[in-house]
């Protein structure tokens, strides 16, 4: 059932915990970082292969462009996304509000506004049955603060795509949940685990962006709990 279908946070945060400044993210445009959000958030995994080559070579070729990931965010999260760039493309957009969609000015009607994580799901699962929307692939929970700190509530958040940026820029929203108290269960795992878990090479050494005034390393986590 969708209500548990396994759910991924991906966040950037400072060694503060710091994710937002001012309705934006508060470091300068890290291109490699985005590209890698992007990458990411887009790739649809292929389903797990049954045995018979033949059958995997026809899922491979047919089954591509059947499912679509999902991400999930709050209205400031959408509102923070740079016009030009929302709906996050070829990802089916869940928009989590309090207030009613004719409230939220020109939400293209692909995306779904519900008041909670599981009722945009059930929408969302609505939808695939009206041949509204693609299958789900892989659903990402993309911020902010209030829907990171629900997500963690749900027993199917079991992952978390971390990026560190190496550096405090000053921020006022923050990601609540301290990954390095064992109690919680989130376990840093290794670099060859995230890899397999984002079908990509993830450099051992920390990466480097940002402008000639403001240069910021940043590493690529994965944790998990049981
Ligand atoms: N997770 C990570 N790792 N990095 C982030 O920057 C991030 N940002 C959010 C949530 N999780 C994150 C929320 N904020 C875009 C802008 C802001 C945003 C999320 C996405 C955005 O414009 N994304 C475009 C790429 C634009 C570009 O290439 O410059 C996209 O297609 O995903």
Do not use: H
């Amino acid at each position: 059932s969708i209500k548990q279908l396994p759910l991924t946070l991906i966040v950037a945060a400072t060694p503060k915990n710091g994710i937002g400044k001012n309705g934006a993210l508060p470091w300068p445009m890290l291109k490699k970082e985005m590209a890698y959000f992007a990458r990411v958030t887009k790739r649809v995994p292929i389903p797990a292969n049954t045995g018979s080559v033949q059958s995997d070579a026809w899922k491979q070729t047919n089954l591509e462009g059947t499912r679509r990931n999902v991400v999930i965010m709050g209205r400031k999260t959408w509102e923070s996304i740079p016009p030009k760039f929302r709906p996050l493309k070829d990802r089916t957009n869940i928009v989590i509000s309090t207030q009613d969609r004719a409230m939220l000015d020109g939400l293209p009607e692909e995306v779904l506004v519900a008041s909670d994580i599981i009722s945009g799901l059930e929408a969302l699962e609505q939808r695939v049955r009206d041949g509204g929307a693609l299958s789900v692939g892989r659903a990402f929970v993309i911020g902010g603060s209030s829907i990171y700190r629900a997500a963690m509530d749900l027993p199917q958040t079991k992952s978390i795509l971390m990026t560190r940026i190496n550096k405090d820029y000053e921020c006022d929203t923050f990601f609540s949940v301290d990954l390095e108290d064992s109690r919680a269960g989130w376990q840093l795992r290794t670099r060859e685990e995230l890899q397999d878990y984002v079908d990509e090479e993830v450099s051992e050494e920390p990466l480097m962006d940002g402008n000639d005034a403001d240069q910021v390393s940043f590493q690529f986590q994965l944790y998990q709990r049981p």
